[in-house]
């Protein structure tokens, strides 16, 4: 646990001298990372060795030591020890998700390089096998999409979020495979071990990711994806609306390209649909 954590749940056992002292590092985060032992007391309007007293009843040694532990707590971010206010009322925040969903496809739309698209979909659209690696919440998702979309197309796909698994893969991949790799952050260790495989094997590794990243130092080719995300910390990341279109954009793209194969494929998958789900209403969805 960190220690503004321990101060919040310790709280109300706090004397009243010691809950100055809580607050003041609660809500002046800043002043306190560097205050004195001196500073804060005065600003609590209490001792130094009352300011010494908490610290150890914190578990730390003494002042020096909890300085130390508040600056590394510090490092995480104000926003996620005071989050800012946001209207908690049904409509308000139905609008905040969808219009931070909009503006992350109209921004993700207009930063987008058509020639870079063009070259991710015809080389996925001629190979023998695509592996879609991704990990973490978001971006296991995007890999899991990618296998969704492309085969329904007739592509020979396998999504997987496994880092051993993703690196055995890799390593089993022949050159006319196809790695395409998803990371939000870029900092995909895993990835780029990957992804630097494939290229000395001479296999195509593909990234969706921030631009300028070590994934995308590590890819052949990356459809850059950076979108600033507000201050709530408790919406959803806006970004992976961008990622998943980004993937309807590769599957369509790869569909044109193999047009006689992905029609061929998507009525056989319909056809399930129709005598096993929906009978003679064809409106449904391909898939549930």
């Not at 300011?51 to 009843?57: D, G, K």
């Not at 921004?107 to 979909?121: C, F, G, K, N, Y």
């Not at 300028?212 to 806006?238: C, G, H, K, Q, Y």
Request: hydrophobic share 45%; net charge negative; aromatic share 6%.
């Amino acid at each position: 646990m960190d220690i503004f954590a321990t101060i919040q749940e310790m709280r109300p056992q706090f004397s009243t001298s010691e809950q100055r002292i809580a607050d003041i590092l609660l809500t002046q985060l800043e002043f306190a990372v560097g205050a004195s032992i001196i500073d804060l007391a005065e600003r609590a309007e209490v001792s130094p060795p009352t300011v010494t007293r908490f610290c150890r009843r914190l578990g730390c040694q003494n002042f020096a030591d909890f300085r130390v532990r508040l600056a590394k707590t510090a490092y995480v971010g104000v926003r996620y020890l005071n989050p800012e206010a946001k209207s908690t009322e049904p409509a308000d925040v139905a609008e905040d998700v969808i219009t931070k969903a909009q503006n992350a496809l109209y921004m993700a739309h207009s930063a987008l390089e058509p020639e870079v698209l063009d070259r991710v979909a015809d080389r996925i659209a001629r190979a023998e096998m695509v592996y879609a690696f991704g990990s973490g919440g978001s971006s296991s998702m995007v890999a899991s999409e990618l296998h969704n979309r492309l085969f329904r197309l007739g592509t020979r796909v396998v999504a997987c979020t496994d880092h051993d698994m993703q690196l055995m893969l890799t390593a089993a991949a022949r050159t006319n495979d196809v790695l395409i790799g998803s990371s939000f952050s870029g900092r995909n260790a895993a990835l780029v071990r990957c992804f630097n495989l494939a290229r000395e094997a001479g296999i195509s590794a593909i990234a969706l990711t921030r631009p300028d990243s070590p994934v995308a130092e590590a890819a052949e080719m990356t459809i850059a994806i950076d979108l600033p995300e507000a201050d709530n910390i408790f919406r959803p990341t806006s970004t992976r609306f961008a990622y998943l279109a980004v993937v309807d954009i590769i599957a369509s793209l790869v569909a044109y390209r193999n047009r006689k194969l992905s029609t061929v494929t998507l009525r056989q998958i319909k056809q399930q649909l129709i005598e096993h789900r929906d009978g003679t209403d064809n409106s449904q969805i391909m898939g549930d």
